[in-house]
C-alpha cells in the first residue's frame, strides 16, 4: 500500500488557489450534524470533577451559552461514566439538549457505558486497550499483526453498540500519546499519528460503521499541520471522507495560546480542511468558543476563485523544509526571520516608545541594552533628525528620503518600490528592500531580480486572499529559482487586538510553517506598536521558526486534572518567563504528559491529589512531589541541568 506521498503531491486539500472545503460526510452527534456542508461546529470540554455532578452541569451550561455546539467531558473510569447519566439528565431538565462527547483515555469499559449516555464517544488510539511505556519493539509483520488482533477484539463491541445506538466516534490521535507500538514501527512522526488512527478506522469499517470523526492534534503546530495533511491525503487516496476535528493540543493561555491555536487551525482552514473546532486553552473553557467562533466564522462565506491553480509543489508540505535563500545582511540564509517594526504611524518616536518594544536605554551607563523581543529592523519612512538609537539599531527609509541621508548615517538602508527598482540599473548598497506584490513578479523583475545579490523582497499585502496570494508568489519565485530572501507584510485595519492576534497569525503563520518568509512586517495603525510586535514574536515562536521566549507546553484544564492548572501555570511563567529557549510542559495528569512533552526540556505532571513527578525530557526525575513545593523543585531541576540564569532587570 502507498502510504507516504511524493513531496511534491499537493493533494492534502482539493485545491491550494481556490477556497473550497474537503467534502466528508454527514455525521449525526445528537441533533448537530457534522460534516458535509453544515457549519464549522465549535466545541469546548469541562473542566471539572465529573463526579461532582452540580459543578459539571453549570459549567457545561456556561460552555452551551457561548455558543459551544457540542460539549465533552472527561469520563476517566466506570463510575464517571455511568455518571454521564445523571448530567446528562440534569441538564435537559434545565432545558438544554446540546450533544454530549464523552473523552476516554486508558479504560475500554469507560467507553461501553459512557456510549448509553451521550452522544459521541472521544477514544484515543494511543492508549485504548495498547500500551505506553516508552519500549522500543521489534515487530515482525505477523508479530504486528496479532497486536491489531488483539485490540480489534476488545475495540469492536464498542463499536458494534456505538452502531446499535446510532452513536458516533472520534478518534482522536495524540502525538503524546502515540502506542510504543506505533512508535516502535513509525517513530514520532505524523506519519505515525496518521497510521494509529487508520488502523482503528480499518476496524470499524469491518463492521460497516462510519459515524467517525477524526483527528490529529499536537503541541507542536508543523506537526499538527503535517499529520492532518497526511491525514486528508490517506483519505483522498483510499476513498474515505469522514469528518475531521481541529486543535492544537497543550496551547497555553492569554495571547501564547491563541495565536498558537490560530497558527495550527487558521494553516488548515485555510485550505478547506476542518469540520469542527476545539481551541484548547489553559482557561475556563467557556473562554474557548469566542475564539473558535471566530477561526470558524472567518470561512462562512469564504471566496478564493479568481487565482490560478497550482499542480505541483517546489516543496514539500509534509514536512518543514526552510526555502532556500542567500543571506542578505542578517536576513535570509540559515538565519532566523527577522522582525520588522512599523513606526512610519508615531507622532513621536521616543526612548519611552522605543523602551516598550525591547530597545531599553541604560542612563547611568550611556549604553542601550536590547531585549530579546527587540526588532531587528524599524520601518520610520522618514528620517528622524533627533532619532537616537543604539549604534547597531537598523532602519528603513523611503527610496527618496533615503538618497537625503545616504552619505551620513551608517545602518540605513533604502526600500524601493517595483517601479522604482525597475527604472535603476543598480542599488550599490549592500542591503535594500524591494516593496512587490504576486502581479509585479513576472518575468522582467524576476530577470533583474537574478541580477542583485544585495536585494531583499517585501511581499506586499493584499487584504482579499492575502495568504493564498503570497504562497503563490512564493511558489512563482521557487519555480524560477529566485533565491532573494523575502519579507511578508501584511496590512490591517482592526482596532480589535483579540483580532489582529487571531488574522494575523493565520496570514504570517500558515507560511512561516512550510518554511515560506524571511522576517515579518505587521501594520495595524489602531493597534498600539509594542502590541504588535508581541504578535510578531509570538507568531514566530508558534510557527516554530523562531524561540525569543520560553516556551510553555500547557494542557487545557479537564476532570482529570490533579491540580490548579491555571494558578500552577501563572506560578511557574511567573519565575521561569526569562528562560529564553526553554521548553516547560505542564499537564494535569498522565493521560499526555511525558508523550506530548517529548518536545519539552521539562515536565510538571501531576500524578496524584496533591502530588507532582517532574520529568527531565520524558524522564522521571522525582515522583510524588508534594505540589507546594513542588515549583520550587522544578526550578532547581533547571538549575541543577545548567540551564538556569537569573533573570535581569531593566531599570
Known sequence: MKVKPKPNEKKYCLSLSRYERFKTREVNIGDVILGGNHPIRIQSMTTTDTMDTDATVEQSIRIIEKGADYVRITAPSKKDAENLKLIKEKLVEKGYHTPLIADIHFTPNAADLAADYVEKVRINPGNYADKKKFDFIEYTDESYQAEIDRIEKRFIPLVEKLKKNKKTLR??????????????????????????????????????????????????????????????YRMLQDGYDYPVHLGVTEAGDG???????????????????????????????EFEIPVARKLADRYKDFKRNDLPEINSLPYN?????????????????????????????????????????????????????????????????????????????KVILDYPEWLKVKDSFKYIYPILTSDQYLKLDSVSEDLFFISCSLEDIDEHFINKLKKDNNAVLVLEYDPVNRMAKQRLAFIELMNQSVEIPVIIKNKYEFSDADDLTLFSAIDFGAL???????????????????????????????????????????????GRTLFDLQETTAKIKEKTHHLKGVKIGIMGCIVNGPGEMADADFGYV????????????????????NSDVAVNELIQLIKDNDMWVEEEKNK
Open 255 to 285: 495571547e501564547d495560546g491563541r495565536i498558537k491555536s490560530a497558527v495550527g487551525i487558521g494553516t488548515l482552514l485555510e485550505d478547506g480542511i476542518g469540520d469542527t473546532i476545539r481551541v484548547s486553552l489553559t482557561e475556563e473553557p
Open 606 to 625: 501531576g500524578s496524584g491529589v496533591g502530588k507532582i513527578t517532574l520529568y527531565k525530557g520524558k524522564e522521571v526525575v522525582k515522583k510524588n512531589v
Open 171 to 232: 478518534i482522536g490521535t495524540n502525538h503524546g500519546s502515540l502506542s510504543d507500538r506505533i512508535m516502535s514501527r513509525f517513530g514520532d512522526t505524523p506519519l505515525g499519528m496518521v497510521e494509529s488512527a487508520l488502523e482503528f478506522v480499518r476496524m470499524c469499517r469491518k463492521v460497516d460503521y462510519h459515524d467517525i470523526v477524526l483527528s490529529m492534534k499536537a503541541s507542536n503546530t508543523q506537526v499538527m499541520v503535517q499529520a492532518y495533511r497526511l491525514l486528508i
Open 317 to 393: 508540505p509534509y514536512e518543514y523544509n526552510k526555502r532556500k535563500t542567500n543571506p542578505v545582511n542578517i536576513i535570509g540564509g540559515e538565519n532566523v526571520p527577522v522582525v520588522i517594526s512599523d513606526l512610519s504611524g508615531e507622532k513621536e518616536i521616543d526612548r519611552k516608545l522605543l523602551k516598550k518594544i525591547g530597545y531599553h536605554f541604560l542612563p547611568e551607563l550611556d549604553k542601550w541594552k536590547l531585549g530579546d523581543q527587540a526588532p531587528d529592523y524599524l520601518y520610520t519612512a522618514k528620517f528622524h533628525e533627533n532619532l537616537k538609537l543604539p549604534g547597531s539599531a
Open 512 to 558: 512561516f510553517i512550510d518554511g515560506m518568509g524571511d522576517g515579518i512586517w505587521n501594520v495595524a495603525a489602531n493597534i498600539p506598536i509594542h502590541t504588535i510586535n508581541r504578535i510578531n514574536f509570538g507568531i514566530l515562536q508558534a510557527s516554530r521558526t523562531r524561540i525569543s521566549k520560553t516556551e510553555y507546553i500547557s494542557c487545557p484544564s479537564c
